[in-house]
């Protein structure tokens, strides 16, 4: 079983749609959590980071983290062509000296005008 | 300069050679780490560093070695290339050890071996 397991893609969805994401986990001792958009040719960039469990939202996202389930989500509301790309989640266990990020495979998301 | 500027930008190397990718920081980063993102997955963590000494290392075998020079550009190298290395490698700076949500991305190398 991998540490990070996110949902199969990819996903197709029209403009304007609320798009999910989610991610499951199996290390408890993650507790930094973050999503990462990345364009096709392109590294990934920070979309999204929260610390343990609860909401945050910022403009049109919103993450949520619930470790008790060891479930994390990304909602995208109005959704908009410019928003077609991968969505990778990531996490973890420390910041400091040898902490590291522990990635899902990622979805990959495309908005029909 | 700004971001982080990867080098080359596209790679085709044969089985059993040798490979050195290149990393330069963005302005202020004193820590770089590098991926390796095969097609179709998310990022694998290879290694670390933080002034120039090797920072915590994932899974993957002695070949893949690296560098980090004064300036904190960094090298990735890798020796006895297998046909499985073939990845696109990223190349992530921050300003500090574990500011996780200041790491800054390239656009990686994509290196293919045949």
């Known amino acids: 079983q991998k540490e990070v397991e996110q949902d199969p893609g990819p996903l197709s969805v029209p403009e304007g749609a609320i798009v999910s994401l989610n991610c499951t986990y199996s290390?408890?001792?993650?507790?930094?959590f973050m999503w990462y958009r990345q364009y096709s040719r392109k590294g990934p960039e920070l979309l999204m980071y929260?610390?343990?469990?609860g909401n945050k939202e910022d403009g049109r996202f919103t993450a949520q983290v619930d470790k008790s389930s060891k479930y994390i989500s990304l909602f995208i509301r109005d959704s908009q062509p410019s928003d077609s790309a991968t969505y990778l989640c990531?996490?973890?266990?420390?910041?400091?000296?040898?902490?590291?990020?522990?990635f899902g495979k990622g979805i990959t998301l495309s908005v029909r005008p | 300069e700004t971001g982080v500027t990867q080098s080359p930008t596209h790679l085709i190397k044969t089985r059993g050679q040798q490979v050195t990718l290149r990393c330069s920081s963005q302005?202020?980063?004193?820590?770089v780490s590098w991926y390796q993102q095969a097609l179709g997955q998310g990022p694998q963590f290879i290694f670390q560093?933080?002034?120039?000494?090797?920072?915590g290392r994932g899974n993957f075998p002695p070949r893949f070695s690296g560098l980090q020079f004064p300036n904190y550009s960094s090298e990735l190298n890798v020796n006895a290339l297998e046909l499985d290395d073939s990845a696109l490698y990223l190349c992530?700076?921050?300003?500090?050890?574990?500011?996780?949500?200041?790491?800054?991305f390239g656009s990686g190398t994509r290196l293919t071996v045949v």
């Open positions: 990531a996490m973890s266990a420390t910041t400091g000296a040898n902490s590291k990020l522990t």
């Open positions: 290390n408890s001792a993650f507790q930094y």
């Open positions: 560093y933080y002034r120039e000494e090797e920072n």
């Open positions: 929260t610390y343990s469990s």
């Open positions: 302005s202020g980063h004193n820590t």
């Open positions: 992530a700076s921050s300003l500090r050890q574990g500011s996780l949500s200041g790491y800054t």
